[in-house]
């Protein structure tokens, strides 16, 4: 049974740095074709991917968000971790990680975590 | 900004069959690119329902479909019960501006 779950604080200030990290069991970021995602949600919003990193560390970013995301996994410690700097009022969101599903049918999650709430405000 | 365009919001009554487009283009679903779609229940995290546009996993009732066809895919639910009101996104790849995963604008299901 795969599961995940994110922690990070609840509350940032705008321009600081947000860092979430993704704790997972039941799966290995090493097996060939598995992947952890981040995606988030703003209160009564859709779904908006953020970023992935592959079992080969390779990584793909948001275009729109690039600049300001990096992604990195910890093998031994089962974890993936995001860092968004200069965040601001409008990264106000529901963050989730979620599993990539080694699959020939595209990439898409299969488990998700039950998401954490970040507000940014002052 | 999302470059799959949904329907706001769907309703239908119990027994009934509703359908939710998704909408892309040349660069995602028209390039070829296999549809996903998510039942987000509310409160809950999303919950995968489709996959490679038609595919069930396991546990996913038979009264949910999918399919594409050009720019288009689209979810169907048949035999509309009280447990689907809830929130739905497709989720394709987008080749265009590099590369990106794009999710739909979401249709929220209504049961009446």
């Known amino acids: 049974q795969i599961t995940l779950k994110e922690s990070g604080p609840t509350l940032v200030k705008p321009t600081q740095t947000l860092t979430l990290t993704c704790t997972f069991s039941?799966?290995?970021?090493?097996?060939?074709?598995?992947?952890v995602g981040w995606i988030r949600q703003p209160p009564g919003k859709a779904l908006e991917w953020l970023a992935l990193?592959?079992?080969?560390?390779?990584?793909r970013y948001s275009p729109s968000l690039k600049s300001r995301l990096t992604i990195t996994k910890d093998t031994s410690k089962n974890q993936v971790v995001l860092t968004m700097t200069n965040m601001d009022p409008v990264d106000t969101a529901t963050y989730y990680c979620?599993?990539?599903?080694?699959?020939?049918?595209?990439?898409?999650?299969?488990?998700w975590g039950q998401g954490t709430l970040v507000t940014v405000s002052s | 900004q999302s470059v799959l365009t949904q329907p706001p919001s769907v309703s239908g009554a119990p027994g009934q069959r509703v359908t939710i487009s998704c909408t892309g283009s040349s660069s995602n679903i028209g390039a070829g690119y296999d549809v996903h779609w998510y039942q987000q229940l509310p409160g809950t995290a999303p919950k995968l329902l489709i996959y490679?546009?038609?595919n069930r996993p396991s546990g996913v009732p038979d009264r949910f479909s999918g399919s594409k066809s050009g720019t288009s895919a689209s979810l169907a639910i048949s035999g509309l019960q009280a447990e689907d009101e809830a929130d739905y996104y497709c989720?394709?790849?987008?080749?265009?501006?590099?590369?990106?995963?794009?999710f739909g604008t979401g249709t929220e299901v209504t049961v009446l």
């Open positions: 039941g799966l290995s970021v090493t097996t060939n074709a598995v992947g």
């Open positions: 990193i592959y079992w080969d560390d390779d990584k």
């Open positions: 490679g546009n038609n």
């Open positions: 979620a599993h990539r599903r080694p699959d020939s049918s595209g990439t898409y999650f299969d488990y």
């Open positions: 989720q394709s790849y987008d080749s265009s501006l590099g590369g990106s995963l794009v």
